[in-house]
């Protein structure tokens, strides 16, 4: 009996060892949730983003129109924010805009936000996203990322 567990053991060891071992490769991917507004958002005033990800609240403001290199201002969060304002381009006869904002890591499980201008409410929403997880460099390899759809807001004039 010993000897046949021996020899079954040499025989099936090399298909044990392809089952067991695995070949990823180093595509990388991010998690990501991007809410995009449409509208009025090149025009001028002070814009404020209040966003509430997943029950903490975080605030960006941004006056338009900004000088090239000019930053938003952040608050809130819990350490660093995980989401940062998307804003055009700088250059001659470019439109300053808003376009949106954008969550990089760890995106939310629910979302709310509220967009003012001069302190009106111009837009907002709240969402739920639905993630779709992938894994680039094959099925049981890393990253694991999950990227929603984009959310579409329109900016009241």
């Given at each position: 009996?010993?000897?046949s567990?021996?020899?079954?053991?040499?025989?099936?060891a090399p298909?044990l060892?392809?089952?067991?071992?695995?070949?990823c490769?180093?595509?990388?991917?991010a998690?990501?949730?991007e809410?995009?507004?449409a509208?009025?958002t090149?025009?001028p005033?002070?814009?404020?983003?209040e966003v509430v990800?997943?029950?903490?609240p975080a605030t960006?403001?941004l006056?338009?129109p900004h000088?090239?290199?000019?930053?938003a201002?952040c608050?809130g969060?819990t350490g660093?924010?995980?989401?940062?304002?998307?804003?055009?381009?700088?250059?001659?006869?470019?439109?300053?805009?808003?376009?949106?904002?954008?969550?990089n890591n760890d995106?939310?499980?629910?979302?709310?936000?509220v967009?003012?201008?001069?302190?009106v409410?111009?837009?907002g929403?709240?969402?739920?996203?639905?993630?779709?997880?992938?894994?680039?460099n094959g099925?049981d390899?890393e990253?694991?990322c999950?990227?929603?759809?984009a959310?579409e807001t329109?900016i009241?004039?």
């Open positions: 009996m010993g000897r567990v021996a020899l079954l053991t040499f025989l099936t298909f060892h392809g089952c067991t071992s695995q070949t490769t180093l595509i990388g991917c998690d990501s949730l809410v995009r507004f509208g009025a090149a025009k005033g002070l814009y404020q983003i990800a997943d029950g903490v960006c403001q006056t338009l000088t090239c290199g000019t930053q201002m608050t969060g660093l924010l995980n989401w940062r304002l998307m804003v055009s381009a700088c250059g001659p006869g470019i439109e300053r805009r808003i376009e949106g904002f954008i969550f995106p939310p499980s629910s979302l709310d936000f967009v003012r201008r001069d302190d409410i111009v837009g929403g709240s969402a739920k996203p639905v993630y779709k997880e992938s894994r680039p099925p390899c990253p694991l999950r990227q929603a759809p959310i329109e009241a004039p």
